[in-house]
């Protein structure tokens, strides 16, 4: 270890370390206003200056690396002269009216000109940069505050990746600003606010926080994001909405902050700016009652009929119910399902479980379903996203998960996204895709459409949509005809090699490139970057290195454009298979890391919310693991056969096999495929209970709904996509009367068994707290073993972790699969279900947006996400716009075999000729009325959602 001495005093210091940070990781402060430590450092605010012994003049200590033997005085007479020069320089374009200034005790500029007594400037300079900009709902631009330290610039560049902002003008008209100063929203900005969380200034100032008081009158409560499934920790600044009441309870604004363990303190939009939803006036605060069933009851005096008009269009759903008390929601529920039980049996009743719960609700839902109705009929959204990894990567690896962790990312030298349009479905982890491309590592995107990765991609494959699995053969075509494959990690650690390779003789990059439209070549330079693990300073005409030198770390990140596919568990194993293939499996910054869509859809998976494994993954059918379950519960046997999934639900609700279901935080009538059929289905139970903090789409079909709080009103855990589990606290209270899921679905199941006369019921219902949840779920759940709320902290523990001494596991498979040997599987080319022809000739892909999450229920609700994306729109390639005499922004009706959508059209390059996308997020234009639900992955049972055959029409020339 070197060793420097600053002010006297001897430290050690890392390699690469800079005289700064060894400073602060050793607790001296050094004046800076223009260093981040997640930044390069610029050495523009010149505040940080040190005097090295041997040089004449002091040098910026951000960017000056640390030496063996240096001697480093961070005070001095001289040093503190200059800084009062600066600070008084800065100063004179900075007006000094503190008190009024919504920065007022935060400001760095004000805290260094208090230190160094400058009250106000020596200099006679007018001030240039008078700019005030007020031109979206998340922050505010005030010019004259802004001290041009760069930091809002560099942020959005290095972490972001938008290069929204930069200097603009010279001299003392420079400033920060847009291409040719326009408005943010005509910008590359994706309003993430990292620029404000960054800012020394009050120059960027959250919208919310203007007018609301000073700093000493805030308090802070930190949590977990409910939106995507990075499971980013989010700082609530709170006030108290009555002086003096000791009770913050009015939410300010929320950042992020420094030692958050998976997103450090950069957030997304949503994570950032996406919380208002919690006080819309639309949320859930009391149990309701259809009026049919009210009148049934005696509970209201006039008849009435649920009007045939679809959830997707009616305008007054709430007008349906009759508010109850819990007392009597509970009675009417349990009624409805004993009724079902009874008349039926309990394999008539279904549940959908819900990936924005937690992991306690998760698990305590799932046990209802099996040990109270007595039925494996549970199931999730995971369904309709990542069921195929779990089978894939089961069959593969022993472990359907995300391999490594998301930081490990910024460290990769070569990544692969295929799949994924990671920038606006996980944009945190973008950030670490953009620092590890920044650095020099490598960046391969495979998408048929144009997303924002692919503007810091090296490599950019675009295959038709459905036929990358050519892609992904071929490559592997190529590593094993190259030698570039890793012999001794396939000999020692995995099992099917012979027969793997056998199959991919016949996929050359030729054929591949016939029926993939991909050029051979890119194929070829995307299999030798992945497989060697090639940085940046290897180029396509390098020469070819060496295969028996260090591989460097490739990492594959993948999502639904792989997932949601009638062949996505193949899909799945191929992925698999590549990783095996190059020894890239089991190691930092490498893996296969599938990206979970929802907060806790990684969590509801590993809690049992799933047809055909018991929590941990334990297979319903294997006797063994079900006694030992069942015992844990304190039954004699649990249900043995698989139960249906979400799609199945649905028709076997049409066939009048399923005659009541019972939904928590679940909305299929936006999220499912085909929703007529969905609609059908919902419409012909008995009896249907949701669970819910809005009236959804689907509520608006229920018998009884019941309210539930949201997850900045309760506690418990999620697990994240890398399998972290965090706990989450609570920071509002909820509305009306409504409660944690939690305590629903007990007391729900309590009033079950005094329904079916089980008084002396040995199954435990009643929980103190969420903390003994868990303590019971771990009992049952082997990943899970070790896990208790006490002991994850700040940080968590990141699944294995299989004894209350165990650390975690961050990294899977790194001396043996979780199945023994990783399993190569001989997978086969396969085309979708449904391809375009001559009355349906264009390919229809579904996905999200940035501004949007899931059916929208919370997003929309969000007066700034609501903002940036009020309407629905449809991506079109200009040529299929011309053919269709289609204009941008004009009227466009999408048709396929199920239905009908109406919406704008949106003229993009984003999507290739012949191909469409539409997000799902809107009941107005339900993307969902179009996708099919006949054809599913064999095995993981989800429905393909990427590529659906339609034709567009323009409205207005129908008949012409």
């Known amino acids: 270890m070197s060793t420097i001495t600053i002010n006297g005093q001897a430290i050690d210091f890392a390699p690469g370390a800079t005289v700064l940070e060894t400073a602060l990781a050793h607790g001296i402060d050094i004046p800076r206003l223009c260093y981040h430590p997640a930044l390069k450092p610029s050495g523009g605010c010149r505040l940080c200056l040190v005097e090295i012994e041997g040089r004449p003049m002091p040098a910026p200590s951000c960017g000056l690396a640390a030496a063996d033997g240096m001697s480093v005085q961070t005070e001095s007479d001289r040093l503190t002269t200059m800084r009062k020069d600066i600070i008084d320089l800065f100063v004179s374009e900075h007006p000094m009216e503190c008190e009024s200034c919504a920065a007022d005790g935060e400001c760095d500029l004000q805290t260094y000109a208090n230190k160094y007594g400058i009250t106000e400037t020596s200099f006679d300079f007018e001030l240039s940069r008078t700019l005030y900009q007020d031109d979206n709902p998340f922050f505010v631009r005030d010019h004259q505050l802004c001290i041009l330290c760069g930091k809002c610039v560099r942020v959005c560049d290095e972490i972001v990746g ?79 909405s009555e002086p003096g009441s000791g009770k913050a309870d009015v939410m300010v604004y929320s950042q992020g902050f420094a030692d958050a363990p998976v997103n450090g303190e ?42 045939d008009t679809s959830p997707l269009k009616s305008r007054k759903p709430e007008e349906y119910f ?120 490598s960046l391969i995107v495979i998408d048929p459409r144009r997303t924002p990765m692919v503007e810091h991609a090296h490599l950019w494959l675009q295959p ?75 180029t396509a005409q390098s020469p070819i290195p060496n295969p028996q030198s260090p591989r460097g770390a490739s990492s594959i990140l993948y999502a639904m454009g792989i997932t949601q596919r009638t062949n996505g568990t193949d899909l799945v194993k191929t992925l698999a298979n590549l990783s095996m293939l190059c020894g890239q499996i089991g190691k930092p910054s490498a893996g296969v890391n599938p990206l979970r869509g929802q907060v806790n859809v990684q969590g509801a998976c590993d809690l049992g919310a799933l047809p055909n494994v018991l929590p941990g993954y334990q ?36 066939a009048g096999k399923v005659r009541a279901m019972y939904i928590m935080g679940e909305n299929p009538m936006l999220s499912d495929p085909n929703l007529e059929h969905v609609e059908e289905g919902l419409r012909a139970l008995d009896f249907l209970v949701v669970q819910d903090i809005f009236l959804s789409e689907t509520a608006q079909l229920a018998h009884v709904v019941l309210p539930a709080a949201a997850s900045l009103e309760k506690d418990g855990t999620f697990t994240n996509t890398e399998r972290r589990v965090q706990l989450f606290t609570p920071i509002l209270d909820a509305p009306g009367t409504a409660l944690p899921d939690w305590q629903v679905t007990s007391m ?71 199945r023994g040997l990783g399993k190569f599987h001989a997978i086969r080319a396969a085309l979708p279900a449904e391809m375009p022809d001559a009355d349906f000739p264009l390919i229809l892909s579904t996905g999200r947006i940035l501004y949007h999450y899931h059916t929208g229920t919370q997003t929309r609700r969000s007066e700034g996400l609501d903002w940036r994306e009020p309407k629905g729109f449809v991506e079109i390639n200009a040529v299929d716009a011309e053919n269709a005499d289609i204009r941008d922004g004009g009227p466009v009706v999408i048709s396929s075999r199920r239905g009908q959508v109406r919406t704008q059209a949106r003229i993009s390059d984003s999507v290739q000729p012949g191909v469409i996308f539409l997000a799902f997020h809107w009941k107005e234009a339900p993307a969902n009325l179009l996708t099919q639900d006949y054809a599913l992955d064999p095995i993981a049972k989800i429905p393909e959602y990427k590529v659906s055959a339609v034709r567009l029409e323009n409205p207005s020339k129908r008949g012409r």
């Open 464 to 538: 038709t949509p459905g036929t990358d699995i050519y892609v992904y053969l071929s490559m592997m075509h190529v590593i094993l005809r190259e030698g570039w494959e890793d012999r001794g990690f396939v000999d020692a650690r995995t099992e099917g090699f012979a027969d793997f390779a056998a199959v991919l003789e016949e996929y050359t990059p030729e054929v591949a490139a016939l029926h993939s439209g991909v050029p051979a070549e890119k194929i070829e330079l995307a299999a030798r970057w992945y497989a060697l693990g090639e940085r940046q300073n290897s």
């Open 748 to 818: 729900l199941a309590e009033k079950l068994d005094e329904k079916l006369g089980r008084t002396d019921s040995p199954v435990r219902w009643t929980f103190a707290s969420t903390a003994e949840l868990m303590a019971e779920a771990a009992t049952v759940t082997p990943i899970y073993g070790g896990m208790r709320h006490e002991r994850l902290g700040s940080e968590g523990l990141i699944w294995p972790c299989p004894t209350v001494d165990h650390p975690g596991t961050p990294i899977l498979h790194t001396e043996r699969f979780s």
């Open 266 to 307: 950069f957030l997304c939009v949503k994570g950032r700016s996406g919380w208002d939803f919690i006080s819309s006036p639309d949320r859930l605060s009391t149990p309701l009652v259809r009026k049919d069933v009210a009148f049934e009851l005696g509970l209201t005096d006039e008849p009435w009929t649920l009007p």
């Open 162 to 240: 938008r290069n929204a902002i930069d200097y603009v003008g010279r001299g003392f008209e420079s400033h920060i600003g847009t291409p040719f100063d326009d408005l943010m929203i005509n910008s590359d900005c994706v309003f993430c606010s990292s620029c404000v969380q960054v800012c020394p200034t009050a120059a960027l100032t959250p919208k919310t926080r203007i007018g609301q008081g000073h700093v000493s009158e805030f308090s802070h409560k930190q949590t977990i994001c409910g939106y995507c499934g990075v499971g980013c920790s989010v700082d609530f600044v709170m006030k108290e």
């Open 619 to 654: 297979p319903v059918t294997d006797e063994a693991k079900r006694q030992a379950v069942a015992k844990g519960w304190g039954l004699a046997e649990l249900p043995a056969q698989n139960g249906l999934t979400v799609v199945e639900m649905t028709h076997a609700a049409i």
């Open 322 to 441: 009759v508010p109850v008390s819990w007392e009597q929601a509970l009675e009417i529920s349990a009624n409805g399902l004993a009724k079902a039980i009874t008349e039926h049996g309990p394999d008539a009743i279904a549940g959908l479980s819900s990936a924005r719960c937690s992991n306690e609700e998760n698990y305590l839902f799932q046990k209802f379903m099996r040990a109270g109705i007595g039925t494996n009929n549970v199931d999730h959204c995971a369904r309709l996203c990542h069921a195929s990894t779990v089978t894939g990567l089961g069959a593969a690896f022993g472990s359907g998960a995300m391999t490594n962790t998301i930081q490990g990312m910024r460290d990769a030298d070569c990544i692969l996204i295929t799949g994924s349009n990671t920038a606006e479905s996980h944009p945190v982890i973008s950030y670490e895709v953009v620092r590890a491309v920044k650095s020099g590592g």
